[in-house]
């Protein structure tokens, strides 16, 4: 995979696949880090793009670049762009604030717990995810009050199965970012395998490649019905039967709904199940 990173993008190629995309019908998004914002902007500006994910491992409006490379300032990258930009990752109030300030239509919420990320290993930085998700939607809602402006927050990373899903959606997120369990439909053009980071690096690298294998086809793991009781099956009907379990009529009700720390939620009760290696014991 290094060896393949190590091949300078080529810009025709990034048009071709986005027109493949548009022409299926389909919504072409292209993610770059701050370095490829730079690089790409008119090529993607030129394009029929419809979003725009300035990613990376830890994105802030105070970055400063190496010497001699010129620095991205994402609020006239968000300005000068000619479709919406999705800014992340971030994990705390005060950057997700400054990066609304901005002008992000967007925020990507999570840093190091994906499947196949490192980060945290390798860079040993990382706030919980539950944690970084709260604190990020608190921003959202000041922001909002102050501005009317509304920008969705994304939890994105370590997201799973239909319960994780449903307790971002209660963490105070609007959406979530998912890769692990789309890897694993039988569509999906990694036959299995999983290669998840944002920042592909030539001499450190924040990721690693995965097998997380083929449980069913795409619509079987969105919309179901279930195979599986693990959870990783009809992840919508998850997120309807857990907010009708709740009472949320909608996502914003979903997120007001009571949180409690509890550990052993998982395990509690299932003696069975971790004994015979099913569903929630495995």
Not at 7 to 31: C, D, H, M, T, Y
Not at 108 to 121: K, L, Y
Not at 223 to 240: C, E, F, M, V, Y
């Amino acid at each position: 995979m290094q060896k393949i990173y190590s091949e300078p993008v080529k810009e025709g190629l990034i048009v071709q696949r986005i027109n493949e995309v548009k022409e299926k019908g389909g919504i072409a998004a292209f993610s770059g880090t701050p370095q490829a914002a730079i690089k790409f902007k008119e090529t993607l500006n030129n394009s029929k793009i419809d979003l725009f994910f300035l990613q990376g491992t830890v994105v802030s409006t105070e970055h400063l670049g190496m010497e001699g490379k010129e620095t991205l300032n994402i609020k006239d990258l968000c300005q000068s762009m000619n479709v919406p930009v999705v800014a992340g990752n971030c994990v705390t109030y005060e950057v997700a604030k400054l990066l609304m300030d901005a002008g992000v239509s967007g925020l990507m919420v999570g840093i190091g717990p994906g499947a196949a990320c490192t980060s945290r290993g390798v860079l040993g930085i990382g706030i919980p995810q539950a944690t970084a998700i709260a604190d990020c939607s608190v921003a959202r809602n000041d922001y909002f009050k102050e501005s009317g402006r509304y920008i969705p927050i994304i939890g994105d990373g370590g997201i799973v199965t239909g319960g994780d899903i449903c307790k971002c959606l209660a963490c105070g997120a609007d959406a979530v970012m998912i890769g692990s369990p789309i890897a694993k439909s039988s569509n999906a053009p990694g036959k299995g395998f999983h290669w998840g980071m944002a920042t592909p690096s030539p001499v450190l690298p924040r990721g690693t490649r995965i097998e997380v294998g083929s449980t069913g086809s795409l619509e079987r793991i969105i919309k179901g019905p279930a195979l599986l009781d693990d959870g990783t099956h009809n992840l919508l009907g998850a997120i309807r039967t857990s907010m009708s379990t709740l009472g949320a009529k909608n996502i914003k009700e979903m997120q007001e709904v009571e949180i409690v720390i509890a550990p052993s939620l998982l395990t509690e009760g299932k003696v069975y199940q971790k004994a015979q290696q099913l569903g929630m014991g495995k």
